[in-house]
Nanobody, 119 residues
Framework: HVQLVESGGGSVQAGGSLSLSCAAS????????MAWFRQAPGKERERVAT???DGSRNEHSRVFISGGYGALTLNLNIDNLKPEDTAVYYC??????????????????WGQGTQVTVS
């Protein structure tokens, strides 16, 4: 059973930076794709960044994703925060034989989310 637990959210001033962490545990097998999503009030959930097991990354601007299941921690750094970055941020994971992150990747495992508020 895979568990993902986010931490590091909070209230920050615009222009600042923030680091989020996601502790991963449980049995992973084959290849994994891990990701950060966010959902702002009244908006659809949005994919922010993904990272493959080999470290290949896909990120929005001002965002850096690192770690992964091999490291048991997934991190997200956001620079130059803007009020529109306000959202609940979620860590997600998927695994499968020879899995690579793509736009079509759906994620079975999710954390509970952590609130980020930028003012």
């Amino acid at each position: 059973h895979v568990q993902l637990v986010e931490s590091g959210g909070g209230s920050v001033q615009a222009g600042g930076s923030l680091s989020l962490s996601c502790a991963a545990s449980g049995v992973f097998y084959h290849s994994s794709c891990m990701a950060w999503f966010r959902q702002a009030p009244g908006k659809e959930r949005e994919r922010v960044a993904t990272i493959d097991q080999d470290g290949s990354r896909n990120e929005h601007s001002r965002v850096f994703i690192s770690g992964g299941y091999g490291a048991l921690t997934l991190n997200l750094n956001i620079d130059n925060l803007k009020p529109e970055d306000t959202a609940v941020y979620y860590c997600a994971a998927e695994m499968g034989l020879m899995l690579r992150c793509s736009e079509r990747t759906t994620f079975r495992y999710w954390g509970q989310g952590t609130q980020v508020t930028v003012s």
